[in-house]
C-alpha cells in the first residue's frame, strides 16, 4: 500500500531562517510521481512540484529547494531565507500515474508557522 | 476564468438534511476527483471518475452519492447529514497519467 509520513505536525520559525520539511513514502511500485501543495490560512491547496521516481535531481526555485533521495524514500522541502508569507499547512503526496484515475496520497500536513 | 469552480463554498445545514455540492473543470481534463478535509487537515480521496466512469470509491458511507453528467462536471450529493460530515470538501481535476491534481477552493460544510 502507499503511505506518505510527514513526521513533523507544527514547526515555528523565525523570519529568514531556514526551515525543511520531512517527507517519508512508502509503495512499491517502481514508477511513481510526488508532489508538494501548499495550504495557505486563506484554505486553497497550491501546488507546489512534481517529481517522478526516475530524476533525483534537486530542483531549486527560488528560495525553495527538494532533495529527492530514493535510497530512503524521502523527499523533503527546503525553504530559505522564510518569510512571514510561508505560513502554511505544507503536504507531501505521491501518486501512481499508470492507472487512470489514481489519486494522490497526501502526507498528514506540516504546519509552518513563520514570525517576525 | 477558475480552472476547478465548486458551489457553493460554504454550506451550513440541519442533521438529516440532504445537500449538493457542484463542481465544473474547464482545462479539459479526463478525470475529476473529490477529497474531504477534516478539522486535522486530513486529506483524503474519497471518489475519482475517469471520463465519467468511477474509478475510486474509498469507504465512504453510501449517504454519499457522486453525479458525473459529463467529463466537466463531478457532482457531491449527500443524503442524511451527520455532525461528522462537516469538513471542507474539495473537488479537483488532472490529465491522465501523472500530471498534477488541480483543486478548486473547497466547499465548507458544517452541520449542525
Known amino acids: 500500500a502507499q503511505k506518505v509520513t510527514q513526521a513533523q505536525t507544527e514547526i515555528s520559525v523565525v523570519e529568514k531562517e531556514d526551515v525543511t520539511l520531512d517527507c517519508v513514502y512508502e509503495?512499491?511500485?517502481?514508477?511513481?510521481?510526488l508532489f508538494w501543495y501548499k495550504q495557505p490560512p486563506s484554505g486553497e491547496l497550491v501546488f507546489l512540484i512534481r517529481?517522478?521516481?526516475?530524476?533525483?535531481q534537486n530542483e531549486i526555485s527560488g528560495r525553495y529547494s527538494w532533495n529527492f533521495q530514493k535510497s530512503t524514500s524521502s523527499f523533503n522541502f527546503t525553504i530559505t531565507a522564510s518569510q512571514v508569507v510561508d505560513s502554511a499547512v505544507y503536504f507531501c503526496?505521491?501518486?501512481?500515474?499508470?492507472?487512470?484515475?489514481?489519486?494522490?496520497?497526501f502526507g498528514k500536513g506540516t504546519t509552518l508557522s513563520v514570525s517576525s | 476564468d477558475t480552472a476547478v469552480s465548486q458551489t457553493p463554498k460554504y454550506l451550513v445545514t440541519q442533521m438529516g438534511n440532504d445537500k449538493s455540492i457542484k463542481c465544473e473543470q474547464n482545462?479539459?481534463?479526463?478525470?475529476m476527483y473529490w477529497y474531504k478535509q477534516d478539522s486535522k487537515k486530513f486529506l483524503k480521496i474519497m471518489f475519482s471518475?475517469?471520463?465519467?466512469?468511477?474509478?475510486i470509491n474509498e469507504t465512504v458511507p453510501n449517504r454519499f452519492s457522486p453525479k458525473s453528467p459529463d467529463k466537466a462536471h463531478l457532482n457531491l450529493h449527500i443524503n442524511s447529514l451527520e455532525l461528522g460530515d462537516s469538513a471542507v470538501y474539495f473537488c479537483?481535476?488532472?490529465?491522465?497519467?501523472?500530471?498534477?491534481?488541480?483543486f478548486g477552493e473547497g466547499s465548507r460544510l458544517t452541520v449542525l
Open positions: 471518475y475517469n471520463n465519467k466512469e468511477l474509478i
Open positions: 479537483a481535476s488532472s490529465s491522465r497519467g501523472a500530471g498534477e491534481l488541480f
Open positions: 503526496a505521491l501518486r501512481d500515474p499508470l492507472q487512470a484515475g489514481t489519486a494522490l496520497i
Open positions: 517529481r517522478n521516481s526516475f530524476d533525483e
Open positions: 482545462l479539459g481534463h479526463d478525470t
Open positions: 509503495t512499491r511500485d517502481t514508477t511513481y510521481y
